[in-house]
T-cell receptor
Framework: GAGVSQSPSNKVTEKGKDVELRCDPI?????LYWYRQSLGQGLEFLIY????????KSGLPSDRFSAERTGGSVSTLTIQRTQQEDSAVYLC????????????FGPGTRLLVL | GQNIDQPTEMTATEGAIVQINCTYQ??????LFWYQQHAGEAPTFLSY????GLEEKGRFSSFLSRSKGYSYLLLKELQMKDSASYLC?????????FGTGTRLQVFP
C-alpha cells in the first residue's frame, strides 16, 4: 500500500519568506510526527499529533514554526519568515496508534533558505 | 533530561560482524527503537526492544538492558548495502528521542 508522502521534495526559498510543507500519512494511522534533520545530525522532534488530542508542540524551535492536521489526516508544517538556520530536511512520520508504535517515515522535504 | 550516546562513525569489512552500542538516559522509559538511514533517504525501522535481552531478526539483532540504560545493534555477515547510519531511539511516555546516529561504512 501507499506509504507516507511529502511535498515538495525540495524547496529553495529566500530568507524572510514563508514556506508550507505537506505530509500525507499512511491511511488509518492516527499518529503523525514532524522531525527536522540538519546535515550530519540526528532527528530533532518538532511536533506530534495523536487523533483529536491537542498536539505536542514541545519540539517547535520558535513561534515561527506551526503545524496543523486537518481531518485527522493531512498535515502542514508552516515556517514563517524563514532563516538560513532553518535549512534542513523536514521528515514526517506516522504510526498506527501512538508513540509505542513503529513510525513510518516519508521521504522528507529538503529545505534550503538562501 | 534526555541523553543518548552512540559512536559517530564505525568501519568494518564485508562479511564481518559489527556491534553498535547506545547508552541512554531518559525518564519514563518504555522501549527502544533502532532505525537505519541510508544517505539522502528516510529512516526505516529495524527493531524494537521493550524487555531485557536479545531480539534476533535475520542478520540483525538488538539487545537491551533497561537497568544499565544500554542497547546494542549487532549486524552479522555485513554487506556493502549495510553502509548507512544507525539511529538509536529510546522512547518515554512523552516522545521518541533520536540519537545523532552511527555512520557505518562497510568496505570490500
Amino acid at each position: 500500500g501507499a506509504g507516507v508522502s511529502q511535498s515538495p521534495s525540495n524547496k529553495v526559498t529566500e530568507k524572510g519568506k514563508d514556506v508550507e510543507l505537506r505530509c500525507d500519512p499512511i491511511s488509518g494511522h492516527t499518529a503523525l510526527y514532524w522531525y527536522r534533520q540538519s546535515l550530519g545530525q540526528g532527528l530533532e522532534f518538532l511536533i506530534y499529533f495523536q487523533g483529536n488530542s491537542a498536539p505536542d508542540k514541545s519540539g517547535l524551535p520558535s513561534d515561527r514554526f506551526s503545524a496543523e492536521r486537518t481531518g485527522g489526516s493531512v498535515s502542514t508544517l508552516t515556517i514563517q519568515r524563514t532563516q538560513q538556520e532553518d535549512s534542513a530536511v523536514y521528515l514526517c512520520a506516522s504510526s498506527p496508534y501512538g508513540k509505542t508504535e513503529t513510525q513510518y517515515f516519508g521521504p522528507g522535504t529538503r529545505l534550503l533558505v538562501l | 533530561g534526555q541523553n543518548i550516546d552512540q559512536p559517530t562513525e564505525m568501519t568494518a569489512t564485508e562479511g564481518a560482524i559489527v556491534q553498535i552500542n547506545c547508552t541512554y538516559q531518559t525518564s519514563g522509559f518504555n522501549g527502544l527503537f533502532w532505525y537505519q538511514q541510508h544517505a539522502g533517504e528516510a529512516p526505516t525501522f529495524l527493531s524494537y526492544n521493550v524487555l531485557d535481552g536479545l531480539e534476533e531478526k535475520g542478520r540483525f539483532s538488538s539487545f537491551l538492558s533497561r537497568s544499565k540504560g544500554y542497547s546494542y545493534l549487532l549486524l552479522k555477515e555485513l554487506q556493502m548495502k549495510d553502509s548507512a547510519s544507525y539511529l538509536c531511539a529510546p522512547h518515554n511516555t512523552d516522545k521518541l528521542i533520536f540519537g545523532t546516529g552511527t555512520r557505518l561504512q562497510v568496505f570490500p
